[in-house]
Nanobody, 115 residues
Framework: QVQVVESGGGLVQPGGSLRLSCAAS????????MGWYRQAPGKQRELVAD???????RYDYSGKDRFTISRDDSKRTVYLQMNSLKPEDTAVYYC?????????WGQGTQVTVSS
């Protein structure tokens, strides 16, 4: 069984920063892509950023200059450093782990950007 657990969300003022973490555990075969998605109320889930095992990174346009994704394969963990946060970044952030035996999602962590 595979578990994917996100942490690091919370309430932050506009212009502030947060660092999200996502750790995968359990019977995991080779991990290919690790990524972050988000879903705001009334909107579809959308890609924020993901990183492949070879280091190739993909960002959504809105976060490209403010967010940084990284991974530590020894810990099966992916991070999302978010800077200069805006109210429109408010959403539930989900972690997605793609492996040779399937795709696994975390339960999400709430990020609220508000003064």
């Amino acid at each position: 069984q595979v578990q994917v657990v996100e942490s690091g969300g919370g309430l932050v003022q506009p212009g502030g920063s947060l660092r999200l973490s996502c750790a995968a555990s359990g019977s995991i075969s080779s991990i290919s892509t690790m990524g972050w998605y988000r879903q705001a109320p009334g909107k579809q889930r959308e890609l924020v950023a993901d990183v492949e095992s070879n280091g190739f990174v993909r960002y959504d346009y809105s976060g490209k200059d403010r967010f940084t994704i990284s991974r530590d394969d020894s810990k099966r963990t992916v991070y999302l450093q978010m800077n200069s946060l805006k109210p429109e970044d408010t959403a539930v952030y989900y972690c997605k782990i793609s492996t040779t035996s399937g795709i696994f999602w975390g339960q999400g962590t709430q990020v609220t950007v508000s003064s």
